[in-house]
């Protein structure tokens, strides 16, 4: 049985390893510098960098790594070895507090929207104190930033830590105005629930979609898929489970809280859930979470698919966001309380966020787009493309009766009876669960459920964050002048509720009365990617970052570039692994089926003119003009490939141009080879089927 207390944070650099490695002065010096933000002393950095290598060295570790996040959407490492030279041609074991602090990998090679060219190539990492270095394998992890020469930044963690200065700073001004002087900080916490999908390897390596792209290009729906809701929440395999075990142990030797596995709706579909966090150690251990998921996978005989949308016609996978805030003194700014009503100080934390995911709606919306979460917003339970926000019957009754200047009148606890005596009765809760809500609140979160599952948490945390603050700045710059705080606040609320309370929306999402009604209310519906990302340079938006100094035009501007440039360049691979697979296999393999149809009705009629082909003839002229067809879909999708390189000078328009045209045609060309698939001989069929990959573990 494994000692869970025993083995958590044992691959952790954390304050319980500090406070034994480190001598008393050390880390109190430290921890000042961490609270405070000010520089760490020489000295110190290098007393803590010393034992720091002594802790990893015990641990079996002879190089150490800047562990960062760039803005290829995974991490990125370059190993140095703690190898010193000494005299007599010996060597010793050797770590500064320099080297802690910052290192110099190259910057040209990693994407930067234009920042840097080949041949300026310095880049800098700089360390993240507030993040806990770590062990993995015989390396030292370091979190760190990572910026380039000139000091744009580069990754997706340094504006995250910027937004959570941002959201610190002004929420604490407002708790001061409620005399919270106990408060010295206010962090935003989240907790992400991923989604993933587990298949064997074998049948994984046989298909070079899977591969090369993440998601099945092709391949029909099997007779079963999730139609009989049997799949979630149901028993675990023995091999997931065996998975889940040994991802969890090695999570938690990580620090990392992982607590909730289940069964998701889809057949092969997992989730993992963990314990809320600070937003940036949540980010590092969601892209640890998704490293260990592939890596201990493969042990397993087994390949994990973090794709938006794997497989079509079945769910697809997502990162539900929980986000709320919490201060130092433990207490969650966004808990209503017995009487939400009257609690002033949350309606002004909760009209905050409302006006702020109003507002920048299309902020949030393009924060979680992806050639991926495409495949994904908008059915089986994900949200569609529409932001809106959910707050449940009891708090929208509370918001309705601030802006009518009327009574709210709580129906107090609700007690759900079970009807059998040895059962108890159930207290009700005050909101439900909107599954087709893309901002949806949760008792005392938000659930920002829009996030697909191969996402960086970091970069709609940051947006989030970054509106947030900015909100809580206007209130606190309204409300610090007025004698009265509590009555300006209320007025402030009332006034915030009423203009905005259009992003409210607690009904069902998929609805079609819903994107009319959207529509009504003048609410943005992007429904691309392309879309959604045209509007990240817009004069309010790059106003918004600049003036909490998140984000510069330039690194606006970057980002945008290199998301696009992302967009472009997967619906590019998965068009040419799509004419890779049609020509070399799919071609061919119903070529070859429809010539042992034409030879086996030529054997029946040699035995006897009398003998019915009918069956194999009408067979043999449907796949025959499916296949001339699918030729015709693959010279167009060839033709249009070269066509996009037109728009070189022009990134939105060749997005615009690979997302209406270039993926029409790749929709069109699988249409006829699923229909194909259908009726071809399985022995013939090239790929292993839905049926195969979906239930091939057992």
């Known amino acids: 049985m494994t000692d869970v207390p025993g083995i958590f944070a044992e691959n952790v650099f954390n304050e319980q390893t500090m406070r034994k490695k480190l001598d008393e002065h050390t880390y109190t ?60 041609g010996k060597v010793i074991m050797e770590f500064s507090g320099k080297e802690l602090i910052k290192g110099e990998p190259d910057a040209s090679s990693f994407p930067s929207g234009g920042i840097r060219a080949t041949f300026e190539a310095r880049g ?69 629930e991923q989604e993933y999908f587990l298949i064997d390897r074998r049948l994984f390596d046989r298909r070079k979609d899977l591969k090369y792209t993440g998601r099945t290009l092709f391949g029909a729906r099997p007779p079963k898929g999730q139609q009989m809701d049997d799949h979630y929440f149901g028993a675990i395999k023995d091999r997931v489970a065996d998975f889940m075990a040994e991802l969890d142990e090695e999570l938690w030797k990580l620090g990392v809280y ?13 989730e993992l859930a963990p314990v809320f966090t600070t937003v940036n150690i949540a980010a590092d251990h969601n ?72 507002e920048y709606q299309d902020l949030l919306r393009l924060s979680v787009a992806t050639a991926g979460n495409d495949h994904r917003l908008g059915g089986d339970e994900a949200p569609p493309a529409i932001i809106s926000m959910f707050l449940g019957d009891d708090l929208e009754a509370v918001v309705d009766a601030i802006v009518k200047k009327e009574d709210y009148e709580s129906q107090g606890k609700v007690m759900i009876e079970t009807g059998a005596e040895s059962l108890p009765a159930i207290r009700k ?166 010539a042992a149809l034409a030879s086996a009705v030529t054997s029946k009629k040699a035995v006897s003119p009398a003998v019915r082909t009918d069956a194999e003839e009408k067979l043999l002229e449907k796949l025959s003009s499916l296949l001339c067809a699918f030729s015709d879909k693959i010279d167009e999708l060839e033709g249009e490939l070269p066509e996009a390189k037109e728009y070189k000078d022009d990134v939105l328009g060749s997005a615009r141009f690979y997302c209406d045209t270039v993926f029409d045609t790749m929709e069109e060309l699988r249409a006829i080879s ?24 057992h």
């Open 29 to 88: 010096a430290f921890r000042e510098a961490i609270e405070t933000g000010n520089p760490l002393d020489v000295a110190v950095a290098n007393t803590v960098a010393d034992a720091m290598k002594d802790w990893a060295i015990e641990k079996g570790c002879t190089h150490y790594t800047h562990w960062f996040q760039p803005m290829t959407g995974v991490t990125a490492e370059k190993h140095d070895s703690f190898l010193t030279p000494a005299q007599s």
């Open 429 to 594: 809760d005050t909101t439900d669960r909107n599954r087709t809500s893309p901002f949806a609140f949760t008792g005392n979160k938000f659930e920002f459920r829009s996030l697909g599952s191969s996402l960086n948490i970091s970069c709609p945390n940051m947006i989030l964050n970054t509106i947030v603050a900015d909100e809580l700045k206007s209130f606190a710059d309204e409300l610090e002048s007025k004698k009265n705080v509590e009555a300006a606040a209320r007025r402030l609320i009332r006034k915030t509720f009423k203009e905005h309370k259009r992003i409210i929306f607690n009904g069902d999402g998929y609805a079609d009365e819903w994107e009319a009604e959207a529509q009504k209310r003048k609410l943005l519906n992007l429904r691309s990617t392309p879309e959604a990302l045209a509007t990240y340079t817009d004069e309010k938006n790059v106003a918004l970052f600049e003036r909490n100094h998140v984000l510069t035009k330039k690194e606006i501007e970057a980002r945008q570039e290199i998301l696009l440039e992302n967009y472009i360049k997967i619906i590019n691979l998965e068009a040419l692994t799509m004419l890779d697979m049609a020509k070399k296999d799919i071609f061919p393999a119903v070529s070859k089926y429809t």
């Open 287 to 358: 892209q640890l979470t998704m490293e260990l998921m592939k890596r201990i996978a493969q042990k397993h005989h087994m390949a994990c698919l973090l794709h938006e949308k794997p497989f079509k016609g079945v769910n697809g996978s997502g990162k539900h966001n929980n986000w709320s805030l919490s201060s130092n003194t433990g207490e969650n700014l966004l808990k209503p309380g017995k009487k939400p009503e009257e609690n002033t100080q949350f309606l002004l934390f909760l009209a905050a966020v409302i006006k702020g995911v109003d």
């Open 258 to 270: 992982a607590k909730t596995e289940h069964n998701e709706v889809a057949p092969a579909q997992h």
């Open 124 to 192: 800098y990492t700089a360390w993240d104190p507030t993040s806990y270095a770590f062990v993995k394998g015989n390396t030292l992890c370091i979190p760190t930033a990572f910026m380039a020469y000139t000091g744009d930044v580069l990754d997706k963690k340094t504006p995250l830590l910027r937004s959570m200065d941002r959201i610190n700073h002004e929420a604490v001004r407002i708790l001061r105005l409620f005399g919270r002087e106990d408060v010295t900080r206010v962090d935003a916490t989240v907790g992400p």
């Open 674 to 697: 699923d229909e194909m698939e259908m009726s071809t001989d399985a022995k013939f069929w090239p790929y292993p089927s839905y049926g195969e990959l979906l239930f091939s573990v």
